[in-house]
Antibody, heavy 121, light 107 residues
Framework: QVQLVQSGAEVKKPGASVKVSCKASGYTFTGYYMHWVRQAPGQGLEWMGWINPNSGGTNYAQKFQGWVTMTRDTSISTAYMELSRLRSDDTAVYYC??????????????WGQGTLVTVSS | DIQMTQSPSSLSASVGDRVTITCRASQSISSYLNWYQQKPGKAPKLLIYAASSLQSGVPSRFSGSGSGTDFTLTISSLQPEDFATYYCQQSYSTPRSFGQGTKLEIK
């Protein structure tokens, strides 16, 4: 069965960086785009971007360009999301999610369990 | 960028009620519209994709409709486990924007 298992919670100081991992199993890792979505406490879902695990190509939301980096290691079926220059308002749960596609739409059909990143001095 | 607007932002209903949530896109997105359910402390779960296709394993009391800019999610007979927050998301273009969410609460 498809599973996305994320790394554990992190506490970081303002200005630091964080790297969250997302290990995929149960499907061909390179066959599906991986998206990252975050959710601040009590807030809605915010799309950050995606990575094509096959080519390594990325597409970031404009808000995150220049300070998010999405990478992957196909040898261990793992995607990574690194956010730099952290601020307190980056405190959120970060999710990875696989994108599946039908003939008429694409959708996030499997999600990781989420990784809480807390930014605090 | 495409903006997604849901209404209402919150809704109180009773078990057995029929409930409808609306999502509007700022421009036409054809049928590139998905619905997710999120319960507290959990990851979102895909309910409906391509505006009206039911994801495998999702109860048939959930249905979706619409195309272009206006979409609806309907729950035909609310069950206790349906009280959650619901999000729409467009997959027509990037950024893949979400609606702000609709919190469905027990009356």
């Amino acid at each position: 069965q498809v599973q996305l298992v994320q790394s554990g919670a992190e506490v970081k100081k303002p200005g630091a960086s964080v790297k969250v991992s997302c290990k995929a199993s149960g499907y061909t890792f390179t066959g599906y785009y991986m998206h990252w979505v975050r959710q601040a406490p009590g807030q809605g879902l915010e799309w950050m971007g995606w990575i094509n695990p096959n080519s390594g190509g990325t597409n970031y939301a404009q808000k995150f360009q220049g300070w998010v980096t999405m990478t992957r290691d196909t040898s261990i079926s793992t995607a990574y999301m690194e956010l730099s220059r952290l601020r307190s308002d980056d405190t959120a749960v970060y999710y990875c999610a696989r994108e599946g596609c039908s003939s008429t739409s694409c959708y996030l059909d499997y999600w990781g369990q989420g990784t809480l990143v807390t930014v605090s001095s | 960028d495409i903006q997604m607007t849901q209404s209402p932002s919150s809704l109180s209903a009773s078990v057995g009620d029929r409930v409808t949530i609306t999502c509007r896109a700022s421009q036409s997105i054809s049928s590139y519209l998905n619905w997710y359910q999120q319960k507290p402390g959990k990851a979102p779960k895909l309910l409906i994709y391509a505006a009206s296709s039911l994801q495998s394993g999702v109860p048939s009391r959930f249905s979706g409709s619409g195309s272009g800019t206006d979409f609806t999610l309907t729950i035909s007979s609310l069950q206790p486990e349906d009280f959650a927050t619901y999000y729409c998301q467009q997959s027509y273009s990037t950024p893949r924007s979400f609606g702000q969410g609709t919190k469905l609460e027990i009356k």
